[in-house]
């Protein structure tokens, strides 16, 4: 019985040897460069000096130069990142892994599609709303 133990200990070192061993090798993100260009999207021209930050991570956030091309070192490839500037929209982008990423941005007072909307309502009278059934009465006939 207790050959039959230790034989079956033995069968399962190398199995949790390759489990740890994995877990090291491919259970750390490595980093991962980003790189890419700030456009304006009214405009179509790039950029310049518009912040850019990691937003789940300790990053020191960059700002891109003249020609709006920033790069970023972030520690993994399924990162956010946060982009802003005062009289555009702040922005959040998905890296999924990409090396180069395009932003374009909004100006402050453009509407896109992800913007909460107002919608107003009003009282409408049952003979004005199509496809609307009146209940009548036996009385009424």
């Not at 850019?52 to 956030?61: E, G, L, R």
Request: charged share 20%; net charge negative; glycine share 10%.
């Amino acid at each position: 019985m207790r050959f039959i133990i230790s034989k079956g200990i033995y069968c399962l070192l190398p199995v949790l040897l390759l489990a740890l061993y994995s877990h090291s090798a491919f259970g750390q993100d490595q980093e991962f460069v980003v790189r890419g260009t700030v456009y304006s999207a009214e405009t179509g021209m790039p950029l310049a000096e518009i912040g850019i930050s990691a937003m789940n991570s300790p990053v020191d956030p960059v700002s891109t130069d003249t020609v709006g091309a920033f790069e970023i070192t972030l520690p993994g490839k399924n990162e956010q990142l946060f982009v802003s500037y005062p009289g555009y929209k702040g922005k959040t982008v998905f890296v999924h892994g990409r090396p180069e990423i395009d932003i374009w941005l909004l100006n402050e007072g453009d509407l896109s599609v992800g913007d909460a909307t107002e919608m107003l309502f009003r009282e409408v009278a049952l003979r004005d709303i199509a496809g609307a059934a009146e209940v009548s009465r036996r009385t009424d006939l």
